[in-house]
């Protein structure tokens, strides 16, 4: 049934949006805070005045956007925007959605180097999830962030402008290509790393509204990590991090691109779900003692 033929109560709009996007495990959810920004008002005030009608203009806006959702595009992108690390951060198609999973970098990056005055460089820095949860967590810390998409930049520097947050720079280009011959206590990295062939490319009807190129690697999902672990050395201060999330079946591969390169003290996180996804690494004083250590 079309909501503009239903009942203008908030209980029978969102009784029936919710209908119509099932079998998601939110769909509840979505259409409540698709409804909420349509008309304005937060979920709070939908979930207390079931008996409230809709108006016409925010039905008619609210008809639109759940349509776009029930065909699997991001809510992140129809609400404009997306919770990452407690910051209500502006999103876009022009970027990724910021992931829960992506938490444990900005958790690691902070159990690495502790709330002294630090250099942090964030590279291929999308909405600026990491590079922001960073500079607000440490304000003592002077983080860059890098971008080679001009529009997922202007992205990030309106979350920036947003949170008030003036420890952190932007710089577009392609990872390293805008640092000079800069060097970073810690660095920090969430590339595309999914295989053109991935099946989840096409059973995730989200993914498929997300831009690809920071989604999809060559090298079946190696190439920009193995281009980052390449790169590194030569903007990492000595016994600075390498803190990389990566996909759950590439852990040991990624391990190998460290040790390789001369990293040690290689050690792979688990994120909520159990899954291998977030591998830190220390550029040595020396890169004669290589160490891999049991992963979390």
Same mark, same amino acid.
């Given at each position: 049934? #079309?909501?503009?033929?239903? /009942?203008?109560?908030?209980?029978?709009?969102?009784?029936?949006?919710?209908? %119509?996007?099932?079998?998601?495990?939110?769909?509840?959810?979505?259409?409540?805070?698709?409804?909420?920004?349509?008309?304005?008002?937060?979920?709070?005030?939908?979930?207390?005045?079931?008996?409230?009608?809709?108006?016409?203009?925010?039905?008619?806006?609210?008809?639109?956007?759940?349509?776009?959702?029930?065909?699997?595009?991001?809510?992140?992108?129809?609400?404009?925007?997306? =919770?990452?690390?407690?910051?209500?951060?502006?999103?876009?198609?022009?970027?990724?959605?910021?992931?829960?999973?992506?938490?444990?970098?900005?958790? *690691?990056?902070?159990?690495?180097?502790?709330?002294?005055?630090?250099?942090?460089?964030?590279?291929?820095?999308?909405?600026?999830?990491?590079?922001?949860?960073?500079?607000? =967590? *440490?304000?003592?810390?002077?983080?860059?962030?890098?971008?080679?998409?001009?529009?997922?930049?202007?992205?990030?520097?309106? #979350?920036?402008?947003?949170?008030?947050?003036?420890?952190?720079?932007?710089?577009?280009? =392609?990872?390293?290509?805008?640092?000079?011959?800069?060097?970073?206590?810690?660095?920090?990295? #969430?590339?595309?790393?999914?295989?053109?062939?991935?099946?989840?490319?096409?059973?995730?009807?989200?993914? *498929?509204?997300?831009?690809?190129?920071?989604?999809? /690697?060559?090298?079946?999902?190696? /190439?920009?990590?193995?281009?980052?672990?390449?790169?590194?050395?030569?903007?990492?201060?000595?016994?600075?991090?390498?803190?990389?999330?990566?996909?759950?079946?590439?852990?040991?591969?990624?391990?190998?691109?460290?040790?390789?390169?001369?990293?040690?003290?290689? %050690?792979?996180?688990?994120?909520?779900?159990?899954?291998?996804?977030?591998? =830190?690494?220390?550029?040595?004083?020396?890169?004669?003692?290589?160490?891999?250590?049991?992963?979390?």
């Amino acid at each position: 049934m #079309n909501l503009e033929q239903a /009942a203008l109560s908030v209980e029978a709009v969102l009784a029936g949006a919710t209908a %119509r996007l099932q079998p998601s495990g939110s769909a509840a959810l979505d259409a409540q805070l698709l409804l909420g920004f349509s008309m304005q008002r937060p979920r709070s005030w939908l979930l207390a005045r079931g008996t409230a009608l809709v108006g016409a203009t925010a039905l008619a806006d609210f008809e639109q956007r759940l349509a776009r959702r029930a065909r699997g595009e991001p809510l992140a992108y129809l609400i404009g925007k997306r =919770e990452f690390w407690s910051l209500d951060l502006q999103v876009t198609p022009a970027v990724l959605v910021p992931r829960p999973e992506t938490e444990l970098v900005v958790e *690691r990056s902070l159990a690495l180097l502790g709330e002294a005055a630090a250099d942090v460089a964030d590279l291929g820095t999308g909405s600026g999830a990491i590079a922001l949860a960073l500079a607000r =967590e *440490r304000p003592r810390w002077r983080v860059t962030a890098t971008d080679r998409s001009a529009a997922a930049l202007a992205v990030a520097v309106a #979350n920036a402008r947003a949170l008030a947050l003036g420890n952190v720079e932007f710089l577009n280009g =392609e990872w390293f290509e805008p640092l000079g011959d800069r060097r970073f206590e810690l660095m920090a990295c #969430n590339p595309p790393y999914m295989a053109a062939d991935d099946p989840a490319l096409e059973g995730d009807a989200a993914l *498929r509204h997300e831009p690809p190129g920071a989604l999809v /690697a060559a090298q079946g999902g190696l /190439a920009d990590l193995a281009t980052v672990v390449a790169g590194a050395p030569a903007h990492l201060s000595a016994r600075g991090w390498l803190v990389l999330e990566h996909g759950a079946g590439q852990a040991a591969a990624v391990a190998d691109l460290l040790v390789a390169q001369g990293f040690s003290h290689v %050690r792979c996180h688990h994120d909520l779900a159990g899954l291998p996804r977030v591998t =830190e690494a220390q550029w040595p004083a020396s890169a004669s003692t290589l160490k891999i250590e049991p992963s979390t």
